[in-house]
C-alpha cells in the first residue's frame, strides 16, 4: 500500500486526507475564504497523528476542480510546494467525481449526478457511474445555467443519486430537466479529500501520476476575468 495525501479547497469545504498502508485519517472543515490558512496545519496535523514525515509520502493528490478560482489556486500552490520539497509526484481529482464516490460509499447507488453551485447563476455537473471500484465519468463535465442542463438522456428505469450544493441551489431548476428518478442526497454538499484517495491511488499505481510542475486546475469557465469583472464578484 502507498503513502497518499490528498488536499481540497475547492469549494466553501477545506479538506486533508492521509492514507498510511490501509490506514486513513482525514480532517474537513467547512470554512469560506479560511483555505489558505488551515490547509497547512490541517496537512500538518494529519502527519504527526501518522507519525510521518512529507518525505514518506509516495504521492499527492490535489482537488482539480471545477470550483472556486481562489481555492483552486491556493490549493495548486500549495501541492506543488509540498511535492517539491517530498520529491514526489501528483494526481489530480475532479471534485465531481469526489462527491459521487462520496455517495456511492454513503448509499451503494451506481449512478451519481453531481453539480457544485458556480456562482453567476450556473453549475459544474457531471454525470458518473461506478465501474471496477470507482465513479466513471459518464460524457462530460460541464458548467451551464441550471435550467439549460441536459439529462433527458440518462436510463429513465434507473434511480440516480443526485449529490452537490448545485442541487441544494436550483433543486427544482435541475429536477424538471430530467426525466430520469431522482433522489437526492443532502449529507454531501462537497467534495471531501478522503473520497479522493480511492481515484489518486489507481491513478499512481497506474503509472498515471504527473511531475508537480504540471498540476493545473480545471476551471471549466474560459471566460473566467471577463465574468467576473461584469459581475463585480471576487473569483
Known amino acids: 500500500m502507498s503513502n497518499i495525501l490528498v ?8 479538506s ?21 490558512e488551515l490547509v497547512l496545519p490541517m496537512v500538518d496535523g494529519l ?28 490549493c495548486i500552490s500549495i501541492v506543488q510546494g509540498l511535492a517539491y ?22 448509499t451503494g447507488e451506481e449512478y451519481i449526478l453531481s453539480a457544485i453551485d458556480a456562482r453567476m447563476g450556473e453549475v459544474y455537473w457531471g454525470v458518473y457511474q461506478w465501474q471496477d471500484g470507482l465513479m466513471t465519468l459518464v460524457g462530460e463535465e460541464e458548467v451551464a445555467e441550471p435550467e439549460s442542463v441536459t439529462i433527458g438522456l440518462l436510463d ?14 436550483y433543486p427544482e431548476k ?25 481515484w489518486v491511488a489507481n491513478q499512481f499505481s497506474n503509472g498515471l501520476a504527473m511531475d508537480a510542475e504540471r498540476a493545473q ?7 473566467v476575468a471577463k465574468k467576473v469583472a461584469e459581475q463585480g464578484q471576487p473569483g
Not at 175 to 198: G, T
Not at 217 to 223: K, M
Request: overall charge negative.
Open 7 to 14: 488536499i481540497d479547497t475547492s469549494t466553501e469545504a477545506c
Open 16 to 36: 486533508v486526507a492521509l492514507q498510511v498502508g490501509d490506514v486513513i485519517v482525514s480532517d474537513y472543515k467547512v470554512a469560506p475564504r479560511q483555505h489558505g
Open 47 to 74: 502527519l504527526k497523528q501518522a507519525q510521518i514525515q512529507l518525505t514518506d509520502l509516495d504521492v499527492i493528490g490535489y482537488g482539480q476542480g471545477p470550483g472556486a478560482f481562489t481555492g483552486l489556486r491556493i
Open 85 to 106: 520539497g517530498a520529491d514526489v509526484p501528483v494526481v489530480g481529482v475532479s471534485s465531481l467525481q469526489a462527491m459521487a464516490q462520496a455517495a456511492y460509499q454513503i
Open 156 to 169: 429513465s428505469s434507473i434511480i440516480y443519486r443526485a449529490v452537490g450544493s448545485g442541487w441544494q441551489t
Open 174 to 198: 435541475l429536477a424538471q430537466r430530467s426525466n430520469v428518478s431522482l433522489v437526492i442526497e443532502e449529507d454531501v454538499s462537497f467534495p471531501n479529500a478522503q473520497h479522493m484517495l480511492p
Open 217 to 223: 486546475p480545471v476551471y471549466l469557465r474560459n471566460n
